[in-house]
């Protein structure tokens, strides 16, 4: 069987929950990065410790463990909770750690005479941070931010296995009724890589645009 | 903690073999994607003008899409033509043909970090192409691509478990079966993430002693 253009509308639909759910933890795991970065430069050696231990406990199992954890872990304390809800959970905790990491390697990029400079300047350690330290940072990470950002949209395809109904999840079901294996993958496989490859144009135009007003950072 | 040992005595054995899987799995996967990615990226450098377009059209859909995919795709696609391969081998020819585009794209930053001078200075020796690609270039580009392919290994090693998803019994799979059967909220997860960790940072261990006994003072 075939499939029909229905099926295509449901997986149009489907894309667009990944995109959402993707969205949404991008803009949580930026939160929780930018919590998370200064305990990297933190004077205590426990926050750093912790730093490291967190960056390292998420980077180093897989997305789909992760998930597995949270959603049963969750579903044992809460009782039932929205499959949803814990995806955008796990991809937060996983985003964070990695936005975390592009962000500690835009502070350590920054020229070391230009903390000295800002010092002897005078200015208070909140202006530096302010003005000296976030700009360069933005401008540095831009690239290794929005790499991390399409990492969010395929990873987000591991949620189907928690029974998150996205683009994954409406193929294999389709897949299942219809047996049109090649055809359903085919799209979904399509969508993937216009949401993807959106992000990353979005990203060459935002850096076209710092670098024609004078922020043209060099690439990490 | 008689309670762990109990608990070790009746599930250490299924660990133990879900992470030998998920082990022979990574490693005869990382081993074949090296050789896709090497053949990739020398049909891209050698083969004319449409080679090299095709290798990137390869290389931008597989970096720009899920691995699951794939692994569908050669799951339930090929059964459809008769070509009925285990669970495992479906899921080890996915990982092999994703990690191919990225180790391909590896090969060339490593291959682009080389400086254009030593081009000449071989020339100017009278090498053969071959010669210089075999005794300079090839060398160096290696060793710049060290640290990045080890990162593409941990990759890999984190993707097997979506492996779980077409049935194969590894770390992650193992672990939803026994937190199923035995009722306990999440522990048997803390374990496989603990079988994880460990194989991780065996890695990231690993690269760190291949790069420095290797690279220039």
């Known amino acids: ?220 | 903690m008689g309670q762990y040992w109990a608990w070790l005595d009746a599930y250490g054995a299924a660990y133990l073999e879900a992470a030998a899987w998920t082990l022979a799995i990574a490693v005869l996967s990382f081993l074949a994607a090296l050789i896709w990615g090497a053949v990739l990226f020398f049909l891209r450098l050698n083969a004319g003008r449409w080679a090299e377009r095709g290798v990137d059209a390869y290389v931008q859909v597989l970096r720009n899409t899920p691995v699951l995919l794939p692994i569908y795709l050669i799951y339930f696609g090929f059964p459809l033509f008769g070509v009925l391969w285990p669970a495992a081998v479906c899921g080890g020819v996915a990982l092999v043909l994703q990690n191919g585009a990225y180790i391909c794209e590896i090969f060339r930053g490593g291959f682009k970090a080389i400086d254009r001078v030593q081009h000449d200075a071989a020339m100017s020796l009278g090498l053969l192409p071959w010669t210089h690609f075999r005794k300079v270039t090839l060398p160096q580009m290696l060793v710049h691509s060290i640290p990045a392919l080890g990162n593409q290994a941990v990759l890999l090693l984190k993707d097997t478990s979506l492996l779980s998803a077409i049935t194969v019994v590894e770390l992650t799979m193992q672990s939803k079966v026994l937190t199923e059967r035995t009722g306990t909220a999440y522990a048997p997860f803390l374990v496989a993430a603990a079988f994880y960790l460990a194989m991780v940072w065996a890695l990231e261990v690993l690269t760190q002693l291949a790069h420095r006994s290797v690279r220039w003072r």
Request: proline share 5%.
């Open chain 1, 1 to 220: 069987m075939e499939m029909t253009l229905f099926d295509l509308w449901v997986l149009t639909r489907a894309a667009s929950i990944s995109l959402l759910l993707a969205l949404a933890s991008i803009a949580f795991g930026t939160a929780l990065a930018l919590l998370l970065t200064p305990l990297a430069f933190a004077p205590w050696r426990l926050a750093r410790i912790l730093y490291r231990l967190y960056v390292f406990v998420v980077r180093g199992t897989p997305v789909l463990l992760l998930a597995l954890l949270v959603f049963y872990a969750l579903a044992a304390y809460w009782g039932r909770i929205s499959p949803y809800a814990a995806g955008v959970v796990v991809l937060t905790l996983y985003l964070g750690a990695l936005f975390a990491e592009v962000f500690r390697g835009g502070v350590l990029a920054i020229p070391r005479p230009l903390w000295d400079l800002s010092k002897s300047l005078g200015l208070p350690r909140l202006s530096i941070l302010r003005r000296v330290v976030s700009p360069l940072v933005a401008r540095y990470t831009l690239p290794p931010y929005l790499n991390v950002c399409v990492m969010a949209v395929k990873a987000s395809s591991v949620l189907s296995i928690i029974s998150v109904w996205e683009l994954t999840f409406a193929s294999r079901e389709i897949i299942e009724r219809t047996l049109d294996v090649y055809r359903v993958l085919g799209v979904a496989a399509l969508l993937y890589f216009l949401m993807c490859f959106a992000i990353d144009r979005l990203g060459r135009r935002l850096e076209a645009r710092l670098a024609a007003k004078g922020f043209a950072g060099e690439r990490l």
